[in-house]
């Protein structure tokens, strides 16, 4: 019998589904997870957002075997893996707390998880080869970790965890110890092995930005519960609480009534694309970049329009931010991409003028944001 070798190993599935069923978990009077059930496909990038305290370290935790929950069900494929220790669960870890060995060679640490798992050395030594080419850093195998940058041993980091092949990629903040630069680099390059390798991979992260570039949906945790979970665009386009709305991007929210099935602001009608709040009251989710400025008093078909006062501009380098005081009273803010145009087109500080939102873009959402 042959022994697979890294590069032929493809004896599973390259990558499996994982689905849980109420998981609860509590410390203490916390409920730190409420009756989760995620359904993460196979080969699917999958992020936990969420504020600190929400969760997410706790979920993720959950799906290692690391933290036992009181109810629930883990399966990864059709396979419960609930009883299961971290290490007959067959994923890779990149976790904050999981540092790599300073003084020990990149060889050593990338070995580690194989000589745990009893490889023979030919085939360690052409599983490290392999994988130190797929985080680009061929020929690094005798450098000591101390002797690296920080974008070099995040690769490193990341090639211990994939190494042995496994199915699943667990990943909590592994990019937040990184400066905002190398942050970014990292995050592209995380992308684009995750559609090199496949593998299904779910990182937790406090960064809505960095979730929005990096995944293909992402689930906002909340108080130990699952917010809401979508593509990045539809949570940007689509939130469907005040929560997300202000937790994802910018956002101007603006009080509005409902009766009727129409939404007012003032005496004025607001002709709505879509709203997840019921009768009474609701809020107008106005992202301040699709803010449109006009004259005083104008008004298109297909947009909704507010009269306000221009009251200050702030320069921010690629674009302004505008800010407009309504005339119910609200401030609202409004970036502005600078160009001659835009700029040329800008009123003073004090004039009238005219705010507008697209009809389609108009979305009125329930106010959870003091539960
Ligand atoms: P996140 O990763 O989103 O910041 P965590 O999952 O770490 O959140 O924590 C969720 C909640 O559970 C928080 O209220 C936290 O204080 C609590 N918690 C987490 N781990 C422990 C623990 N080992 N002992 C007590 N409370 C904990
Ligand atoms: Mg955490």
């Known amino acids: 019998m042959t022994e697979p070798t890294a590069s032929s190993g493809d004896i599973g599935p390259k990558s499996l589904p994982i689905t849980t069923r109420s998981v609860n978990k509590s410390y203490g009077s916390v409920a730190a997870l409420r009756d989760i059930d995620i359904d993460i496909r196979s080969g699917e990038f999958m992020t936990l957002l969420g504020p600190s305290g929400s969760g997410k370290t706790t979920l993720l935790m959950v799906l290692a075997g690391f933290t036992r929950p009181e ?7 059709n396979q419960e893996v609930i009883a299961k220790p971290p290490h007959e669960r067959g994923i890779g870890m990149m976790f ?24 023979s050395k030919t085939r360690i030594e052409a599983a490290v080869d392999d ?33 042995f092949r496994p199915q699943i990629l667990l990943m909590d903040e592994p990019l937040s110890a990184l400066d905002k630069n190398l942050r970014e680099t990292m995050q592209v ?12 991979t779910v990182l937790v992260t406090h960064d809505q930005r960095e979730a929005l570039t990096m995944s293909d949906r992402v689930a906002v945790l909340r108080g130990g ?3 809401q979970i979508d593509s990045p665009s539809s949570l ?22 409902l009766r009727d099935g129409r939404a007012f602001y003032r005496d004025q009608v607001i002709e709505v694309a879509e709203s997840t709040a019921g009768q009474g009251a609701g809020l107008l989710v106005m992202r301040p970049e699709k803010l449109e400025v006009g004259k005083v008093g104008e008004r298109r078909s297909d947009r909704n329009h507010f009269d306000g006062t221009l009251e ?29 145009a835009s700029q040329a087109a800008l009123p003073s500080v004090g004039d009238q003028l005219s705010l507008s939102l697209h009809k389609s873009e108009s979305r009125v959402v329930r106010d959870d944001r003091r539960l």
Do not use: C
């Open 96 to 119: 904050q707390n999981y540092a790599l060995f300073p003084h020990m060679s990149v060889f050593s640490n990338i070995a580690y998880p194989l000589k745990i798992r009893k490889w």
């Open 312 to 340: 200050r501009v702030l320069f921010q380098g690629e674009s302004s931010l505008a800010f407009v005081r309504l005339s119910g009273g609200e401030l609202v803010t409004v970036r502005r991409h600078l160009n001659e």
């Open 236 to 257: 940007y386009n689509a939130p469907q609480t005040a929560f997300i709305a202000d937790f994802i991007g910018e956002s101007n929210l603006l009080t509005v009534s």
């Open 189 to 200: 390059e995380l992308r684009s092995m995750h559609e090199r390798l496949g593998l299904t």
């Open 131 to 163: 994988v130190l080419a797929t985080v680009q850093l061929s020929g690094y195998q005798s450098r000591r970790i101390s002797q690296l940058s920080g974008g070099q041993r995040q690769r490193i980091a990341l090639a211990r965890a994939i190494v």
């Open 225 to 227: 519960e699952i917010a």
């Open 71 to 77: 109810t629930g069900s883990v399966k990864f494929g």
